[in-house]
């Protein structure tokens, strides 16, 4: 019980309950100059503001096309949309607020409130997320062997109780456990503020490092059984596109097990043991990929969300001339093709000679 209070206490929910004011106990900045404390990064914080935008501009447009498209039928959609909002949120925090806060120097007394604040977006977003990939893997698993029975979740109403399980643990990660604290000595984010008269084991998110394990673990698992379907329903069908699906899908699913599993085991470690500043900045990096990866995937992959943000951002006039310039190219070229051949057929009739 005394655990629960002390997290409730560091939570955002207790600074919304008290006239948005920190809990002075655990967060006091008196007589404590932030800027004093850190150092400015201005490369890499240029860096994560850069690629924050950047992946904004992206992910933006490409949730907005699913949102609109024949897509959200599916309840793959339906998750997806639901995660690219998560990773929206996670984004602000482990790129733009990253990013600036690096580049003048901060640490958690130079913007106390915004610190807290975007530490409990940042964090309650990844553990919603966790959920949400989680839940994503077994959708895709049902797809492949539709003789699962946790399948009839994703079904008809039921999708929507189920989507309600990773917004609901949002909820819960956002206001109910304590917040991440970035500082720029690192250029990362941490439960600890680093203030004096407290030990770091006051600053422990039991909730985030269990949560941290269970998707390392579970993420793993479910996309190795996904790739196992995958090959070995492979067989009856022709080698060459199986092999080319299974490569590609084997690639994503690394890909996406490796960033998370990364993030999530160093954001872990470095919470009670000492990290070298470049084993902690391989975590603030492959949490950044967590998050910004999906989208890249969505508009290099997907033909559907490519189309869609093209015709989202490019004039209806532009793309009208240009599908008109298109056209006749395509009819004059079998046009050009028939003509050749006649040509060539009455020259051979001729001479004896086909050119």
């Known amino acids: 019980m005394e655990l629960l209070t002390s997290d409730v206490d560091q939570s955002l929910n207790y600074v919304f309950r008290n006239g948005f004011r920190l809990n002075q106990h655990f967060y006091s900045c008196e007589g404590v100059d932030g800027f004093a404390l850190g150092q400015p990064r201005q490369y890499l914080g240029t860096y994560f503001m850069t690629v924050g935008f950047f992946l904004l501009i992206i992910y933006i447009p490409c949730l907005i096309v699913i949102a609109r498209s024949d897509l959200m039928k599916s309840s793959c959609y339906k998750i997806m949309v639901c995660l690219g909002v998560l990773d929206i949120c996670c984004i602000l925090t482990n790129s733009v607020a990253t990013g600036f806060l690096g580049f003048v120097g901060a640490t958690f007394c130079s913007y106390p409130f915004f610190i807290f604040f975007m530490g409990s977006l940042g964090c309650g977003c990844w553990m919603g997320s966790c959920a949400s990939c989680i839940l994503l893997g077994i959708n895709r698993c049902c797809d492949v062997n539709q003789h699962l029975r946790i399948r009839t979740i994703f079904i008809g109403r039921k999708m929507y109780l189920t989507i309600s399980i990773p917004i609901l643990y949002t909820v819960y990660s956002l206001f109910f456990t304590k917040p991440i604290l970035f500082n720029s000595n690192y250029m990362s984010w941490f439960f600890n503020p680093?203030?004096?008269?407290?030990?770091?084991?006051?600053?422990?998110?039991?909730?985030?490092?269990?949560?941290?394990?269970?998707?390392?673990?579970?993420?793993?698992?479910?996309?190795?059984?996904?790739?196992?379907?995958?090959?070995?329903?492979?067989?009856?069908?022709?080698?060459?596109?199986?092999?080319?699906?299974?490569?590609?899908?084997?690639?994503?699913?690394?890909?996406?097990?490796?960033?998370?599993?990364?993030?999530?085991?160093?954001?872990?470690?470095?919470?009670?043991?000492?990290?070298?500043?470049?084993?902690?900045?391989?975590?603030?990096?492959?949490?950044?990929?967590?998050?910004?990866?999906?989208?890249?995937?969505?508009?290099?992959?997907?033909?559907?969300?490519?189309?869609?943000?093209?015709?989202?951002?490019?004039?209806?006039?532009?793309?009208?001339?240009?599908?008109?310039?298109?056209?006749?190219?395509?009819?004059?070229?079998?046009?050009?093709?028939?003509?050749?051949?006649?040509?060539?057929?009455?020259?051979?009739?001729?001479?004896?000679?086909?050119?």
């Open 194 to 355: 680093m203030l004096p008269g407290h030990e770091a084991s006051d600053y422990i998110n039991i909730a985030h490092t269990i949560n941290n394990c269970v998707v390392s673990m579970a993420t793993t698992s479910i996309y190795a059984y996904l790739c196992i379907l995958l090959f070995a329903k492979s067989k009856h069908f022709r080698s060459e596109s199986i092999s080319k699906t299974q490569t590609q899908i084997f690639f994503q699913s690394v890909l996406i097990c490796s960033f998370n599993a990364i993030a999530a085991y160093i954001y872990v470690y470095m919470q009670f043991f000492y990290s070298p500043p470049e084993v902690v900045l391989i975590g603030q990096l492959a949490w950044q990929c967590a998050h910004g990866s999906v989208c890249l995937i969505y508009i290099t992959m997907n033909k559907t969300v490519r189309r869609g943000v093209i015709d989202l951002f490019v004039p209806r006039v532009i793309r009208d001339q240009a599908r008109i310039g298109t056209n006749r190219t395509t009819i004059s070229r079998p046009i050009l093709s028939v003509i050749g051949v006649d040509a060539k057929t009455r020259t051979g009739t001729s001479s004896g000679t086909v050119f």
